[in-house]
Antibody
């Protein structure tokens, strides 16, 4: 059973960048996919992008294209998501999520709150 | 693909049946998942493939539908089922989308 453990809360200024980590414990990234989903306060879930690990192919939502990047360090079973040019409406909880066999998400990290404020 | 859930809020009493709807803007075959989220927690996978319960999910949860119309039913609502439910399509692996959610309240 894969467990995803994320880095802690972050406070950032508008225009800066944030990098969140997600470490798989209880196994490696032996999953079909590893993605990032965010949730603004009181709002729904929003897929940002991710990697289909079996194909090593990365894709991002059009909304975040050019502003987000994801990387994976397989030696430490850690994935990273970096979001650039932060705005106040990027304030949200960011989840790393894994799909065991497809692009639905069996595994969820605990979430990382990112607050963007001047 | 736009996913539309209805209603936004569903008022149900414990022991009653709850029926939640999710509509896709185009056909997604059976590539639909349902999640349950409680306040302050990460979502939990309930259903995938439109109708297959995930490991450990009680039998009172059932999913149905294909193409563009999907339903999540909770046969006899328990106190722990009051939560927000999201549908998610994965027909297009490269552009996954979620519905806006249905909050089930007492």
């Amino acid at each position: 059973q894969v467990q995803l453990v994320q880095s802690g809360a972050e406070m950032k200024k508008p225009g800066s960048s944030v990098k969140i980590s997600c470490k798989a414990s209880g196994g490696t990234f032996n999953t079909f996919s590893l993605n990032w989903v965010r949730q603004a306060p009181g709002q729904g879930l929003e897929w940002m992008g991710g990697v289909i690990t079996v194909f090593r192919g990365t894709s991002y939502s059009e909304k975040f294209q050019g502003r987000v990047s994801t990387t994976t360090d397989e030696s430490t079973s850690t994935a990273y998501m970096e979001l650039h040019s932060l705005r106040s409406d990027d304030t949200a909880v960011y989840f790393c999520v894994g799909g065991a066999r497809n692009q639905y998400f069996d595994y969820w990290g605990q979430g990382t709150l990112v607050t963007v404020s001047s | 693909i736009v996913m539309t859930q209805s209603p936004a809020t569903l008022y149900v009493s414990p022991g009653e049946r709850a029926t939640l709807s999710c509509r896709a803007s185009q056909s997604i075959s059976s590539n639909l998942a349902w999640y349950q989220q409680k306040p302050g927690q990460a979502p939990r996978l309930l259903i995938f493939g439109a109708s297959t319960r995930a490991t450990g999910i009680p039998a009172r949860f059932s999913g149905s539908g294909s193409g563009t119309e999907f339903t999540l039913s909770i046969s006899s609502l328990q106190s722990e089922d009051f939560a927000t439910y999201y549908c998610q399509q994965y027909n297009n692996w490269r552009e996954v989308t979620f519905g806006g959610g249905t909050k089930v309240e007492f």
